[in-house]
């Protein structure tokens, strides 16, 4: 009787194999994308706060500008060196359309950010919600043949319907196996993107009262 898992599987059909070969892409994609993503936002909430510390500690934004030149993976990082370079680098005030036109280079700025923090999160959502359904359509064709192989031996004995059972199952494994992961790692990830946008929206808002010669700031809530 094949009862290792090896065995189960290599005794498959070929569409709960074809079932398991897909399973398996699925989840090598899903693990790498996984990575990537912790690896990331891991490495940008690094660096924002380290270049938070410079903004916070330094009142001249041309030496802030200077040793945050190589913060290159901060989102914050980037927009101030938008607003330097377009308002900052003097003492001048801004505005109307000049202002007007600051806030447009930042938000596309954040937006680009944005985009790069989303990226790939929809397809771990996409293997987290599709991979049970393939996993339970290898089960089902399996499930079906092993009542084709009871209907040809004439017998319902446990040894005869067993074997074909367990091989099914293997593929609704397969798919939980896959699918879990993929669906912790989404929700654990699709929040992160929601709380860049609302830094990212203070800290513009902080970048463009100075360029126009306010004086207030919202430092403090970036800290939360």
Aim: proline residues 4%; positive net charge; charged residues 20%.
């Amino acid at each position: 009787m094949r009862t290792d898992l090896v065995g189960l599987i290599g005794a498959a059909s070929p569409i709960t194999l074809g079932a398991l070969l897909l399973l398996l892409v699925f989840s090598i994609f899903s693990w790498a994308v996984i990575l990537f993503k912790w690896r990331f936002f891991r490495r940008v909430s690094r660096q924002d706060r380290r270049f938070l510390r410079l903004y916070e500690a330094l009142e001249d934004p041309k030496e802030v500008r200077r040793r945050a030149a190589t913060i290159v993976r901060s989102p914050l990082a980037t927009l101030f060196a938008e607003a330097y370079r377009r308002a900052l680098h003097d003492d001048e005030p801004l505005h109307g359309e000049h202002v007007r036109r600051l806030e447009r280079g930042l938000i596309q700025i954040a937006d680009r950010h944005l985009m790069e923090a989303e990226e790939y999160l929809g397809s771990l959502a996409t293997v987290g919600n599709v991979s049970p359904f393939i996993g339970l359509f290898g089960t089902v064709l399996g499930i079906i043949q092993a009542f084709q192989e009871i209907a040809r031996q004439g017998t319902a004995s446990i040894a005869a319907v067993a074997p074909g059972v367990a091989e099914a199952l293997v593929a609704t494994a397969a798919g939980l196996f896959t699918a879990i992961p993929a669906g912790i790692a989404y929700n654990h990830f699709v929040n992160k993107p929601r709380r860049y946008a609302t830094q990212l929206d203070v800290f513009r808002n902080d970048l463009i009262a100075q360029a126009e010669g306010r004086q207030e700031t919202e430092a403090t809530v970036l800290k939360s």
